[in-house]
T-cell receptor, first 114, second 113 residues
Framework: AQSVSQHNHHVILSEAASLELGCNYS??????LFWYVQYPGQHLQLLLKYFSGDPLVKGIKGFEAEFIKSKFSFNLRKPSVQWSDTAEYFC????????????FGTGTRLQVTL | EPEVTQTPSHQVTQMGQEVILRCVPI?????FYWYRQILGQKVEFLVSFYNNEISEKSEIFDDQFSVERPDGSNFTLKIRSTKLEDSAMYFC???????????FGQGTRLTVV
């Protein structure tokens, strides 16, 4: 069974600081990887996804993530955060090439201060 | 932009009562899911549904839970006899094909008292 670990539970940054949120997964086969964001009071929205190819993927709102297969990691980055990035961020994994369930990490609450 | 819609946004029910959570997936989607998130915990998979049958379910999805797509547009989750520990945010999601990530609804907050 797959599992996802997000080690940063709560991150507080000032505006313009750089962001990196860690995500590690465990699964014996090929995976698809996702980052979702949940703004306060809103639904989960897809930020970016990795299926294959270039391990550096770019998503919406200036976010990017790098898949490092040897480390089973898919860390989320943003060079300069904004106050509007305050949200909860979830990493998720799924068996590749399927419509099977997403397995989520516990989430990281990002708080950006002015 | 098409979206998954869920109703109600908040439901309060007494322990032992039946509840039905409703979802309208995006119209041309074929795969449907329910997830839940207990306050302060991670989002957990409950069940997936494809071609009018359950394709996968978690250990959480016991006999108290059922899903239905009664009319080709709605996708419902029924909890037969609610328990206090069923209190959570329930998310519906859908996708057209295995490729893209699923689109999520805004959730229904279920409070069992």
């Amino acid at each position: 069974a797959q599992s996802v670990s997000q080690h940063n539970h709560h991150v507080i940054l000032s505006e313009a600081a750089s962001l990196e949120l860690g995500c590690n997964y465990s699964y014996g086969g090929t995976v698809n990887l996702f980052w979702y964001v949940q703004y306060p009071g809103q639904h989960l929205q897809l930020l970016l996804k990795y299926f294959s190819g270039d391990p550096l993927v770019k998503g919406i709102k200036g976010f990017e993530a790098e898949f490092i297969k040897s480390k089973f990691s898919f860390n989320l980055r943003k060079p300069s955060v904004q106050w509007s990035d305050t949200a909860e961020y979830f990493c998720a994994v799924r068996r590749a090439g399927t419509a099977s369930k997403l397995t989520f990490g516990t989430g990281t609450r990002l708080q950006v201060t002015l | 932009e098409p979206e998954v819609t869920q109703t109600p946004s908040h439901q309060v029910t007494q322990m032992g009562q039946e509840v039905i959570l409703r979802c309208v997936p995006i119209s041309n989607h074929l795969y449907f899911y329910w997830y839940r998130q207990i306050l302060g915990q991670k989002v957990e998979f409950l069940v997936s549904f494809y071609n009018n049958e359950i394709s996968e379910k978690s250990e959480i999805f016991d006999d108290q839970f059922s899903v239905e797509r009664p009319d080709g547009s709605n996708f419902t989750l029924k909890i037969r006899s609610t328990k206090l520990e069923d209190s959570a945010m329930y998310f519906c999601a859908s996708t057209r094909e295995p490729g893209p990530g699923a689109f999520f609804g805004q959730g229904t907050r279920l409070t069992v008292v």
